[in-house]
């Protein structure tokens, strides 16, 4: 029996890669139980319960309030992936436990910094490389910002088992600029959760929403379009 797992940790406000994350879960959850002994792992203990109600194993991954910092110093760093990999697996509490807990795969949602960075063989997924394909938005422009997201896909190309991406657009931007083995980019177009109608009706009534809205669930972030949506509207 296969050992698979799921490293979940993405807060909410990670907004879209959140709900990613969340329709990950589910697909490894419906997983065949006789062919599959399934884990969810993550820094955050609350994770416990939902890792009890979908059937999974939890394992409690120590997360010490150095381990973001440590990966984003590693990768401003003028030194190579191998380097990159072998310092922050030696260091970093979240490689080392993930690869205590002896999976067979590990699937990373996240585009995190630990799934190139541990020994387990691991799937991991690029959302976007708007940095490269988008530079007028802000949030990726920045030369800081493209070199440590440049460093950290080169990273999960090299060491991944497998790139999930959500298009075949998608899949044509990572091979073109990283100049990978198309064989390991794998298209998984993304679902998105069931809408939460009684949530919604909850937090309509609490904002006193007119009877006709628009619900718009993004976070404020300017490639979230906000601006261009309100003018169309107003037209």
């Keep these: 029996m296969k050992k698979v797992g799921i490293f979940l940790a993405a807060k909410r406000s990670a907004g879209g890669t959140f709900q990613y994350n969340q329709a990950a879960l589910e697909a490894i959850a ?33 997360n010490p309030k150095f381990q973001d910092f440590l990966a984003r110093v590693l990768l401003k760093l ?5 380097m990159y ?4 697996s ?29 020994h387990t063989p691991t799937l991991t997924t690029i959302h976007d ?7 007028s938005f802000p949030e990726s422009s ?37 100049g990978c083995n ?8 993304f679902c998105a959760p069931p809408p939460r109608g009684d ?12 009877l006709k809205f628009i619900f718009y669930p993004a976070q404020f972030w300017k490639h979230k379009n906000h601006l261009n949506l309100l003018k169309a509207i107003a037209l």
Aim: with cysteine; charged share 20%; glycine share 6%.
């Design 30 to 62: 419906s997983l065949p139980e006789n062919l599959y002994e399934k884990y969810l792992l993550s820094p955050y203990a609350d994770y416990s319960e939902l890792a009890k109600q979908k059937g999974l194993h939890f394992c409690l991954i120590w």
């Design 78 to 82: 003028p030194i190579g992936s191998n």
């Design 85 to 88: 990999r072998m310092l922050y």
């Design 90 to 118: 030696v260091f970093s509490p979240w490689a080392r436990g993930i690869d205590a807990t002896g999976l067979d795969l590990v699937l990373f949602p996240s585009q995190d910094y630990d799934s190139f960075c541990i």
């Design 129 to 135: 490389l708007m940095h490269r394909y988008e530079p």
């Design 142 to 178: 920045t030369k800081k910002e493209i070199a440590i997201r440049d460093r950290l896909y080169q990273g999960m190309i090299r060491f991944s088992h497998g790139i999930l991406v959500d298009s075949f657009v998608g899949r044509q931007h990572v091979i073109e600029s990283y």
């Design 182 to 189: 198309p064989d390991i980019v794998h298209v998984l177009p």
């Design 199 to 210: 949530l919604l009706c909850e937090q309509s009534k609490k904002a006193q929403t007119p």
